[in-house]
């Protein structure tokens, strides 16, 4: 049972990280159960607590170490992140977690996989390619990414890190793309025969986080394509205020997406959807 009471973490350093977004590196103070933020899991979250201020649900793009430091990309759009945004390397503020349901890392690994984000929607599913890429624990790996336009692309570091490696698909959406080979004018939906086309095979696993009008189409598209229902799994945020399921602001039919997501199969999340989305 997890408390509900904030453990104090410091602020360590931070970049921007595209358009109002910033990556912070956060480390526990001394006192904090270490061991027990260390049992997170690829996919997972924390509740990030700033007095005055409120909480907020992020996902890890790296998880906590053995001497507490964890990552975690932040979009300025609200109260909390606004206030954070405000912050200096140094100061101190609360969290909670690790919290919810991470992506099927043995149903993953050593399979052809194929991983797209939308937006800030990429930073659950750096932890996964990251751990491919550094035990070599796949067929084939591919990762399509859209943004807007260029001044919104986040995560940066982490996709130029990956095409030394593995292809990287990078889309814009209004098609200010520089020349680059990655770079390519549309949407993930619009690059995806070519994608599609590239693994010879259909992928084992497909990966989804973003947008949900982005993920749901993709899904419904890979389904026709021939994808099982069964191997598409996405990331759903909805209102999580509490982070262990007793507030209900992210209620879905049945389930609490905060504590029974936020990662779901698709053919299991289709029950939990309106008819009409």
């Known amino acids: 049972m997890h408390s509900l009471t904030p453990t104090a973490i410091q602020l360590i350093d931070f970049y921007d990280d595209g358009e109002l977004a910033r990556h912070f590196h956060f480390r526990l103070m001394p006192g904090a159960d270490i061991d027990q933020w260390q049992k997170a899991k690829t996919g997972q979250y924390f509740m990030l607590c700033l007095p005055n201020a409120g909480e907020a649900p992020f996902t890890f793009t ?14 300025k759009m609200g109260t909390v992140t606004s206030e954070l945004f405000r912050l200096e390397a ?3 503020l609360g969290a909670r977690g690790p919290y919810g349901v991470g992506w099927p890392m043995k149903k993953i690994a050593g399979k052809r996989v194929l991983v797209v984000g939308g937006g800030c929607g990429l930073a659950p599913l750096v932890g996964v390619v990251d751990e491919l890429i550094q035990q070599q624990n796949y067929i084939q790996l591919t990762v399509v990414y859209g943004a807007r336009n260029r001044q919104a692309k986040m995560l940066n570091r982490e996709r130029t890190r990956w095409q030394q490696f593995i292809p990287v698909f990078n889309m814009i959406e209004n098609g200010d793309t520089n020349g680059d ?8 939906s619009d690059i995806m025969p070519t994608v599609l086309d590239s693994f010879g095979e259909l992928p084992d696993v497909v990966l989804l986080a973003g947008p949900e009008g982005m993920m749901f189409s993709l899904a419904e598209y890979l389904v026709a394509y021939g994808v099982s229902e069964h191997s598409i799994y996405m990331s759903v945020e909805r209102r999580m205020h509490c982070g262990v399921g007793t507030c209900g602001h992210c209620y879905a039919k049945s389930k609490y997406v905060c504590t029974d997501g936020p990662t779901f199969s698709w053919d299991e999340l289709q029950q939990y959807l309106p008819a009409e989305r």
């Open 62 to 75: 790296q998880l906590p170490d053995e001497e507490g430091n964890f990552h975690g990309l932040v979009r």
């Open 90 to 92: 140094g100061q101190v």
């Open 181 to 188: 080979e990655s770079e390519y004018s549309g949407t993930p």
